[in-house]
């Protein structure tokens, strides 16, 4: 916990792995519960409620969220956890049931309060360095660099791969792939309250979770998503989504002065685009809030969601900066900020 607030924006660590299976194609997710809570014990962080399908396990955690595929890992946490000392005890993890590490990407925003992160995350700097001495040696390929905008916050990326493993998709066809990570600051305090619980009202993390999903709307906003949420006590809120091999994950802090929400997908070029930004505008329209930012990554160039920007406009948004660069294995990150027009 910081000393001035909760610390909304989230660390996000993604690896890819290769590598025969023996198991028929399970791969990481034959690693078992107590070894996974184990590397989550060292982040600082644990699991709060879960759901998988034959595609893969999700898992909602005390701080965010993990997602394990057969050969892919993606976690994201909040606060002042350490999200980076869980790469060696996952690479070790992935070579325990015969897998290599062949790609890691590693993202974040600007934290609100970052003089509260401790070691390795005090500064993005150290983060890279950290990342290089702990990442196996056969990924050679590297690159960090700060997406600045013309607001306070920018985009930090990180990524690292096998140069012998370029383009190679693990799981899934990656070149097809696109990831979109939604931040938004200052909710709009109607909202906001939808996601505070009431004193003593009697019922379990997961029943006030449904309750906040169903009043807010965020159920609709993938109708054909299983959710599985949670409401935190007395405030917060965080919700996997499951829809075939893809997820959608929403994490909410709504406190005054320091409100933050985000939402993350994976979605395909092969998607209806629309009916993508108009889950985009639901998002929007259930936190209204009054700075938000949206990064793509994706291997099809900065034209991919070249229409973000004209479907949030009509909201109230105004797009303040966009920016992009190339980063091996992980193709264009497109990073946009938006802010309100209301003074």
Same mark, same amino acid.
């Not at 306070?152 to 998709?169: E, K, L, P, Q, S």
């Not at 809030?289 to 900065?302: D, F, I, W, Y």
């Given at each position: 916990?910081?000393?001035?607030?909760?610390?909304?924006?989230?660390?996000?660590?993604?690896?890819?792995?290769?590598?025969?299976?023996?198991?028929?194609?399970?791969?990481?997710?034959?690693?078992?519960?107590?070894?996974?809570?184990?590397?989550?014990?060292?982040?600082?962080?644990?699991?709060?409620?879960?759901?998988?399908?034959?595609?893969?396990?999700?898992?909602?955690?005390?701080?965010?969220?993990?997602?394990?595929?057969?050969?892919?890992?993606?976690?994201?946490?909040?606060?002042?956890?350490?999200?980076?000392?869980?790469?060696?005890?996952?690479?070790?993890?992935?070579?325990?049931?015969?897998? =290599?590490?062949?790609?890691?990407?590693?993202?974040?925003?600007?934290?609100?309060?970052?003089?509260?992160?401790?070691?390795?995350?005090?500064?993005?700097?150290?983060?890279?360095?950290?990342? /290089?001495?702990?990442?196996?040696?056969?990924?050679?390929?590297?690159?960090?660099?700060?997406?600045?905008?013309?607001?306070?916050?920018?985009?930090?990326?990180?990524?690292?791969?096998?140069?012998?493993?370029?383009?190679?998709?693990?799981?899934?066809?990656?070149?097809?792939?696109?990831?979109? /990570?939604?931040?938004?600051?200052?909710?709009?305090?109607?909202?906001?309250?939808?996601?505070?619980?009431?004193?003593?009202?009697?019922?379990?993390?997961?029943?006030?979770?449904?309750?906040?999903?169903?009043?807010?709307?965020?159920?609709?906003?993938?109708?054909?998503?299983?959710?599985?949420?949670?409401?935190?006590?007395?405030?917060?809120?965080?919700?996997?989504?499951?829809?075939?091999?893809?997820?959608?994950?929403?994490?909410?802090?709504?406190?005054?002065?320091?409100?933050?929400?985000?939402?993350?997908?994976?979605?395909?070029?092969?998607?209806?685009?629309?009916?993508?930004?108009?889950?985009?505008?639901?998002?929007?329209?259930?936190?209204?809030?009054?700075?938000?930012?949206?990064?793509? =990554?994706?291997?099809?160039?900065?034209?991919?969601?070249?229409?973000?920007?004209?479907?949030?406009?009509?909201?109230?948004?105004?797009?303040?900066?966009?920016?992009?660069? /190339?980063?091996?294995?992980?193709?264009?990150?497109?990073?946009?900020?938006?802010?309100?027009?209301?003074?």
């Amino acid at each position: 916990m910081a000393v001035s607030g909760f610390e909304g924006y989230e660390k996000r660590l993604e690896l890819r792995f290769y590598g025969d299976d023996p198991s028929g194609g399970k791969g990481l997710r034959r690693i078992d519960f107590f070894s996974l809570e184990k590397v989550l014990h060292a982040v600082q962080c644990t699991v709060v409620s879960a759901v998988g399908n034959k595609f893969f396990d999700s898992y909602v955690l005390s701080e965010s969220s993990l997602f394990v595929y057969p050969t892919k890992i993606i976690i994201k946490t909040c606060g002042t956890t350490q999200l980076l000392k869980s790469v060696r005890p996952f690479v070790h993890l992935g070579m325990m049931t015969g897998l =290599t590490l062949c790609g890691c990407r590693y993202t974040r925003g600007s934290f609100i309060f970052p003089d509260a992160q401790p070691y390795p995350h005090t500064h993005f700097e150290e983060e890279v360095i950290y990342l /290089e001495k702990n990442l196996p040696e056969n990924l050679l390929i590297k690159k960090g660099s700060i997406m600045n905008s013309k607001s306070c916050y920018n985009w930090h990326v990180f990524t690292a791969c096998d140069v012998g493993r370029m383009g190679v998709a693990v799981g899934a066809h990656a070149e097809d792939l696109f990831t979109v /990570e939604i931040c938004m600051t200052e909710l709009d305090r109607v909202q906001a309250r939808k996601f505070f619980r009431r004193f003593n009202d009697g019922k379990t993390g997961d029943s006030a979770g449904r309750e906040m999903t169903e009043a807010t709307g965020i159920n609709g906003v993938n109708e054909n998503a299983l959710i599985c949420d949670y409401a935190f006590d007395p405030c917060g809120y965080s919700m996997n989504g499951i829809d075939g091999s893809r997820y959608s994950t929403v994490h909410v802090t709504p406190e005054d002065g320091f409100s933050y929400a985000s939402f993350e997908c994976v979605c395909s070029a092969y998607d209806d685009e629309e009916e993508i930004l108009e889950a985009l505008k639901k998002v929007v329209k259930i936190f209204r809030p009054g700075k938000l930012s949206v990064s793509t =990554t994706s291997a099809a160039g900065e034209e991919a969601w070249s229409g973000v920007a004209a479907a949030i406009e009509p909201l109230g948004l105004r797009l303040t900066s966009c920016t992009a660069d /190339e980063f091996p294995d992980a193709g264009t990150v497109v990073f946009q900020t938006f802010s309100t027009r209301r003074k």
